[in-house]
């Protein structure tokens, strides 16, 4: 069983930047992929970013929504158990609940029936 743990949520004004922070259980933490989801309220869950293991070459591989705009940036540090969101630029509309979201393998993709384990979610408010 993986737990999840999402902090680093708030208000923030439009323009800002925020960096959420997903800590993860789990003795085999390098080999998830993990994501970050956000859900706004009367709307559908939506993928953001993930992260995953890519085996030749070996590297992390990092993977976008088209309406993230290169405003936000995954990134991860396995000896920490922890992945991260970087988020700039923040609009009114990016204002959500924002999930970690873990799949016990390196595959999977913006499919939220894809992951294993979620977080309970933290909290991002942006005013205008």
């Known amino acids: 069983q993986v737990q999840l743990v999402e902090s680093g949520g708030g208000l923030v004004q439009a323009g800002g930047s925020l960096r959420l922070s997903c800590l993860a259980s789990?003795?085999?933490?390098?080999?998830?992929?993990m994501a970050w989801f956000r859900q706004a309220p009367g709307k559908e869950r939506e993928f953001l970013a993930n992260i995953r293991w890519t085996v030749s070459p070996a590297y992390y591989s990092t993977y976008y929504a088209d309406f993230v705009e290169g405003r936000f940036t995954i990134s991860r540090d396995n000896a920490k158990n922890t992945v991260y969101l970087e988020m700039t630029s923040l609009k009114p509309e990016d204002t959500a609940v924002y999930l970690c979201?873990?799949?016990?393998?390196?595959?999977?993709?913006?499919?939220?029936?894809?992951?294993?384990?979620w977080g309970q979610g933290t909290q991002v408010t942006v005013s205008s």
């Open positions: 979201a873990a799949r016990s393998s390196p595959t999977g993709g913006s499919i939220s029936l894809q992951y294993d384990y």
């Open positions: 789990g003795r085999t933490f390098f080999r998830y992929t």
